[in-house]
C-alpha cells in the first residue's frame, strides 16, 4: 500500500532552521506531485508548498514564500522541506502529501497522506 513517512520535525526558536524529510513508498514516485500541508491547532489545513513530477514547477504560498524550500530525488522517493528563518506562526503539524500527475495548490485536492511531523517554534 502507499506510505509516505514524514520526519525531521522538532522544536526550534524563532529564526531557526528545520529539514523535514518524506519518503514515499508502495507507488510510482516520478508519477507523481509532492506537496506539504500543515495544520495549527484550531486552523485549517493550508497547503504551503507543493512540487511537480520533475521539479520544474514549484508552488509556494504566500505565507513561506523565500523561507522555505522544497526539493526532491526520484531515485530515493524522497521529498525535502528545508524551513528557515522559522517564526512561532509556522507551529503547526507538518504532512507530506501526494497527488498523481498534475499540481495543485489545494490540499483537498491530494490523494495520499502521511501522518504528519509536528513543527514548534518557540519565541
Known amino acids: 500500500q502507499v506510505q509516505l513517512v514524514e520526519s525531521g520535525g522538532g522544536l526550534v526558536q524563532a529564526g531557526g532552521s528545520l529539514r523535514l524529510s518524506c519518503v514515499a513508498s508502495?507507488?510510482?514516485?516520478?508519477?507523481?506531485?509532492v506537496g506539504w500541508a500543515r495544520q495549527a491547532p484550531g486552523k485549517e489545513r493550508e497547503l504551503v508548498t507543493a512540487i511537480s513530477r520533475t521539479g520544474g514547477n514549484i508552488y509556494y504560498a504566500d505565507s513561506v514564500k523565500g523561507r522555505f524550500t522544497i526539493s526532491r530525488d526520484n531515485g530515493k522517493n524522497t521529498v525535502i522541506l528545508q524551513m528557515n528563518s522559522l517564526k512561532p506562526e509556522d507551529t503547526a503539524v507538518y504532512y507530506c502529501a501526494a497527488r498523481w500527475k498534475v499540481i495543485s495548490h489545494y490540499h483537498t485536492e491530494y490523494t495520499y497522506w502521511g501522518q504528519g511531523t509536528q513543527v514548534t517554534v518557540s519565541s
Open positions: 508502495g507507488l510510482p514516485f516520478s508519477d507523481y506531485v
